[in-house]
């Protein structure tokens, strides 16, 4: 049983927390590259740090502090000049490692003299999403997830940003009997409140269709598998990998969906589904849904 010591322990984020400082040692998604594409900049709030992801004017993507050290103005409002970020107020340049590069209305060399910087964090690109990294070096590798490095097909990324702490929403990725009670039976509530018929029939999706979960440690997390009976009476079984410490893949063989979570702070968390889908596969299987196959 979880005391409330261990809980404060594991949900902690923030700077110099022992669960943040592990956290900080994995690449987690902060926007996706769609976001970047109306405005160079985009405030991110991630393991209780503010800081700005910006676009430079050569097309790489930084993360630096929200703040100029010079008079603390926000560089939300920054100018891409270059490599680097140019504060709106008095337009001292920053580079993607975060050191001031140029000091306008001071002595020549200023900047290289006074050797200003503030905080800068790695930042990967990978289909369609960007990463950071906020842990010590050497930094790691960003993981190549079969899903964002495959090419070619559509995909959808959507974001949720949730009043809880990371753990409760891992928690939730394997509770099976919010499954019964949120997706299905309070589902078809909300259905009738609004007139609608119900679109799922408890009786056979948690009686007949679910058999039984169980939970089997992996090299890379665990996976929680789910026996279930088809509707022609054949018993089958779905693996559900969970990738230590904030990743999960869920949906169907034609739409998997990669279900990421990006610790905000101790009382938020930002949920990312990534969803790719395959069009033959799905066009196939509408093919056979027409034929009665």
Not at 28 to 33: C, E, G, N, T
Not at 78 to 96: E, T
Not at 137 to 153: D, I, N
Not at 273 to 282: A, C, G, K, S
Request: net charge negative; glycine share 8%; aromatic share 10%.
């Amino acid at each position: 049983m979880m005391t409330p010591d261990d809980n404060e322990l594991l949900t902690r984020v923030g700077p110099g927390t022992k669960m943040g400082d592990l956290l900080r040692r994995y690449w987690h998604p902060i926007a996706a590259s769609d976001e970047m594409t109306s405005r160079p900049t985009k405030a991110v709030r991630i393991l209780g740090e503010t800081l700005v992801l910006f676009r430079d004017a050569l097309g790489t993507f930084g993360l630096i502090g929200d703040r100029c050290p010079h008079r603390r103005a926000s560089l939300l409002f920054g100018m891409p000049d270059g490599d680097g970020l140019r504060c709106a107020y008095h337009g001292w340049r920053f580079d993607r490692a975060g050191q001031c590069t140029d000091m306008p209305g001071e002595p020549p060399r200023a900047a290289e003299k006074r050797r200003v910087s503030i905080t800068s964090y790695p930042v990967e690109e990978l289909g369609g999403l960007i990463f950071a990294y906020l842990g010590p070096g050497p930094t790691p590798r960003l993981p190549r997830w079969e899903l964002l490095a495959e090419s070619g097909l559509p995909r959808d990324i959507v974001t949720i940003d949730v009043p809880c702490n990371w753990l409760q929403i891992m928690e939730n990725s394997i509770d099976r009997l919010h499954f019964e009670w949120l997706h299905i039976r309070f589902h078809n509530f909300a259905l009738a409140q609004s007139g609608q018929e119900p679109r799922a029939d408890p009786s056979r999706e948690i009686a007949s269709h679910r058999l039984a979960d169980t939970y089997e440690e992996t090299e890379y997390g665990f996976a929680k598998r789910t026996s279930f009976r088809r509707p022609d009476g054949l018993e089958r079984s779905a693996i559900l990998p969970f990738v230590f410490p904030t990743g999960g893949q869920t949906g169907l063989p034609r739409a998997p969906c990669l279900q990421l979570r990006t610790p905000i702070d101790d009382d938020n968390t930002r949920q990312y589904f990534y969803t790719l889908y395959d069009l033959e596969i799905e066009m196939k299987a509408r093919l056979r849904s027409q034929l009665g196959d």
